[in-house]
């Protein structure tokens, strides 16, 4: 009777390192699958906010004019060492032709003892690898005349004055060569980091960079109402000072913005008439600009950066100021905020990287930043340092 049972399936003998070897590699393929499921949910390097992206492009901004000035000082040291190195080459030129006609003479001399016989004294001094040496022995002095004496000390003389002048050329000459390495790597400095501004905002979408510009906006207006408000105190005060029979030009108001000082001196108070006069000529020079593209470094009359701007206005008043932010806001009388008044500056950041010109009611004029113009805006566009008075 046949059986009806199932035939066992017959297990394979497997040795055991393949046995090992396949767990390792399903284990391995599981791992995989596991790492790339993690990957696919793991977000990359989130994108930055509009706000983000804002104030690290503010950053930039505010950076590229921190090396602006670094850049203007060093091409104003650079300048002015140019003109010294030039200086002190023609003087050096000049003392070596009065030290040759020194030699002449002296061969003058040499020559009409040489025609009585002999090789003279001054011929021996004039052979000499070490003149002063051989001067310096008694004997030889006593034998020359004295006009002779004259011309041996006048070329020694000139002699040691060309050698002076030689070496201060080329020590200016190496002062130069620092100021320019330095103009160099300042110049690098501000294009980097504009650069790198350029590159944050071309990422930006459309509606990202309507965004920003809304941001902006806000940020102005904000400015504006502070503007506003410091006009309406400083026509009320004068309203005040009006009634009162007039000020004697010391008040003692401390401002606002962000002032870190009420200022010093008498020009806290208003200012006498011939700075009136000179801050119109001022601001009238600065309005002419308004239009015209910020450049880093830029002086005009095409385009300016912060610092040109305030220099050429008040340049064109007849007063002269230093190429820097960090220079002008030493020159003249300390103000605060609430004082100011035509033709002051007013300086912002710690760091004292920008500069406009106060025209009133809260405003000033300047040039922002690259890629804008010289415009009119609120002094509270940005925190304040300080404000000084030129003139």
Not at 279 to 306: H, L, M, N
Request: proline residues 4%; positive net charge.
């Amino acid at each position: 009777m046949a059986s009806h049972r199932k035939p066992r399936t017959r297990i394979l003998a497997v040795p055991a390192h393949r046995r090992t070897a396949a767990g390792l590699t399903t284990a391995a393929l599981a791992s995989v699958t596991l790492l790339t499921q993690s990957a696919d949910a793991a977000p990359s390097n989130p994108k930055p906010s509009i706000e983000e992206v804002k104030k690290k492009v503010d950053g930039l901004y505010r950076q590229a004019e921190v090396a602006t000035q670094k850049y203007n000082a060093a091409k104003e040291r650079a300048g002015t060492q140019r003109e010294k190195v030039d200086g002190l080459r023609e003087a050096a030129a000049q003392r070596t032709e009065k030290m040759n006609e020194a030699r002449r003479e002296l061969g003058t001399f040499a020559s009409a003892q040489y025609r009585s016989g002999g090789l003279s004294p001054t011929a021996q001094l004039m052979l000499a690898r070490d003149p002063q040496q051989f001067v310096d022995r008694n004997h030889l002095m006593e034998r020359l005349t004295g006009r002779q004496q004259e011309a041996v000390a006048d070329y020694q003389d000139q002699q040691a004055q060309a050698a002076r002048q030689r070496a201060q050329a080329i020590s200016s000459l190496e002062e130069l060569q620092k100021s320019q390495e330095s103009l160099k790597t300042s110049k690098q400095d501000v294009q980097d980091k504009l650069g790198e501004a350029r590159q944050l905002l071309s990422r930006l979408t459309a509606q990202e960079k309507e965004r920003l510009a809304e941001l902006e906006r806000k940020k102005q207006a904000e400015a504006r109402r502070k503007a506003e408000q410091l006009a309406r105190e400083q026509a009320e005060r004068e309203r005040q000072e009006q009634q009162d029979g007039g000020s004697d030009g010391t008040n003692g108001g401390s401002g606002s913005g962000g002032d870190t000082g009420s200022g010093t001196g008498s020009g806290s108070g208003v200012p006498d008439g011939s700075y009136a006069t000179k801050a119109e000529k001022a601001i009238a020079f600065a309005r002419a600009q308004i239009g015209k593209p910020y450049v880093w470094g830029a002086t005009g009359p095409t385009s300016y950066d912060c610092s040109g701007l305030t220099q050429a206005a008040w340049k064109a008043a007849g007063v002269s100021l230093p190429r820097t932010t960090w220079d002008q806001v030493e020159v003249g009388t300390r103000v605060a905020t609430g004082d100011l008044q035509p033709g002051d500056l007013v300086f912002f950041y710690d760091d004292i990287s920008h500069v406009g010109m106060y025209i009133g009611d809260g405003k000033m004029i300047h040039a922002p930043k690259p890629g804008t113009n010289v415009r009119v805006e609120s002094i509270y566009y940005m925190p304040i340092y300080g404000s000084v008075r030129p003139a």
